[in-house]
């Protein structure tokens, strides 16, 4: 996400991390042996396709952890929290939070007091902290510096940094040449400066927005050059996390407003583009890194107001399916985009309370850690399951039809008699509804527009 903003002054650099940039860059620019990806989801494991006109749930087919990473959201400087809306943030159920989000990180330089604010914040949230440095009108020193300080002696641990913002906007930014080559090259500067600080961090790029699941719609340079491809040739050995950002609508500033029917049938593209993303990683890199999307809403825009605008009640119910398809397809890091700001409709926590959005997570905050095996022949029904920590089994089933659903459900091995029912539409913002009959002649009956999450003890 891209913004204009302030100055703030630069961080001053040690000799320490001087000479150590220096010595990195007298060896060249030949690849450094990289910092070990730390352990992340394993590509999706291969399931039976979907059965027609049926919703099935096989238990025993363990698809591994989830990870605890995907509900997450970005804040900044710029975008604090209401004051009278703080435990709404605090009791928001997000897990990692991306600092300082958008544009604004590659226009100013963080200060200390800026990132001991922050990290209180996360510890208020119970969130797990990421940073991007600046890097679009900043130095690998700096940046290094960043970590030092950081790291080394405010000893916070952050252990994922991003580098970058979305640079295929740079040449515009900047008002001169700036393609993936020169973008590559200051990665690489940046990764080897701060990795020289503290070798244990890991690093996240390219930070590309406008990805999708073909290459010939995917950014180019002004050469024509792929920015994705370009980066992971040039710098697949050294990046940790390969990220994309993800804004589907509108598709020009001239686009129509979206609507409902827009929102629900986009959803099946996350599935595509990031398999093709896993694909692309593999046979250029070699390597099965993990993916993370560190931006994303369904409007890059600042509407709101309406019917499938990021403050709709609808967005929610376009979240929740997207979410549970990067759970499915195994992404390590999800950060929407954003938990407060003051203008358009993105926030999750706004001036008025709690956005319909919000409440996905406090509906997810209830699923599983190990994902297993389910899916849908259902038009318009989606459904995700997992295992708990208690053994309980737990589906989130979405309804993103306008009509009441009442389709069959096989869960392999049985079915209990009741469930505990959480449910989020549009009376009911992820309320505890209790324990209910399950099944009625083996059918699950699905409000209109409805996210429910089922607990199966």
Not at 98 to 108: K, V, Y
Not at 282 to 310: M, Q
Not at 401 to 412: S, Y
Request: proline share 8%.
């Amino acid at each position: 996400m891209r913004y204009v903003t302030v100055y703030i002054k630069e961080f001053s650099v040690s000799n320490l991390v001087r000479f150590l940039l220096l010595l990195a860059l007298l060896t060249g620019c030949a690849p450094a042996t990289p910092t070990p990806a730390p352990p992340a989801p394993s590509a999706p494991t291969a399931v039976p396709t979907a059965r027609p006109d049926i919703l099935y749930v096989d238990p025993g087919l363990d698809l591994g952890p989830i990870s605890p990473l995907v509900y997450g959201s970005n804040y900044g400087p710029w975008a604090a929290v209401p004051a009278t809306r703080l435990e709404d943030a605090y009791n928001s159920a997000l897990n990692v939070i991306r600092f300082p989000g958008g544009e604004w990180g590659d226009r100013n330089t963080l200060q200390p007091y800026q990132v001991d604010q922050f990290m209180d914040f996360c510890q208020r949230v119970g969130a797990t902290a990421t940073i991007n440095v600046r890097t679009m009108t900043g130095t690998p020193e700096e940046a290094a510096e960043l970590v030092r300080y950081v790291n080394i002696e405010k000893k916070y641990g952050i252990r994922y940094w991003a580098i970058g913002n979305e640079p295929q906007f740079y040449e515009a930014a900047l008002g001169e040449t700036y393609g993936v080559e020169r973008f590559n090259r200051e990665f690489r500067a940046f990764a080897l400066a701060m990795k020289a600080v503290d070798p244990t961090i890991q690093i996240i790029g390219p930070e590309l927005t406008n990805f999708g699941p073909n290459l010939a719609s995917n950014p180019k340079d002004s050469e024509g050059k792929d920015w994705m491809v370009e980066f992971l040739r040039a710098n697949g050995d050294i990046v940790d996390v390969v990220s994309i950002h993800r804004y589907p609508f509108p598709a020009s500033s001239m686009a129509p407003a979206r609507t409902v029917e827009d929102l629900r049938r986009d959803t099946p593209n996350w599935t595509a583009t990031l398999r093709y993303l896993r694909d692309l990683v593999h046979a250029e890199t070699g390597r099965d890194l993990p993916i993370a999307v560190t931006e994303t809403n369904s409007d890059w825009s600042k509407a709101n107001g309406g019917e499938a605008t990021p403050d709709s009640y609808y967005n929610a119910v376009w979240w929740a399916d997207s979410l549970g398809r990067m759970i499915r397809e195994r992404v390590l890091l999800v950060n929407y985009w954003i938990i407060s700001y003051s203008m358009g409709g993105w926030s999750l926590v706004t001036r008025d309370g709690p956005s319909p959005t919000y409440y996905v997570y406090q509906v997810y905050k209830h699923f599983g850690e190990k994902l297993v095996y389910s899916d849908s022949g259902v038009a318009d029904v989606s459904i995700y399951a997992a295992r708990r920590e208690d053994g309980a089994l737990t589906l989130v089933v979405i309804n993103l039809a306008d009509d009441e659903k009442r389709v069959p459900l096989e869960i392999a091995g049985g079915a209990p008699a009741t469930a505990s029912l959480i449910r989020l539409d549009p009376e009911h913002n992820a309320v505890d509804l209790g324990v209910q009959p399950f099944l009625s002649d083996g059918l699950l009956s699905l409000p209109p527009q409805s996210v429910t999450l089922y607990i199966l003890d």
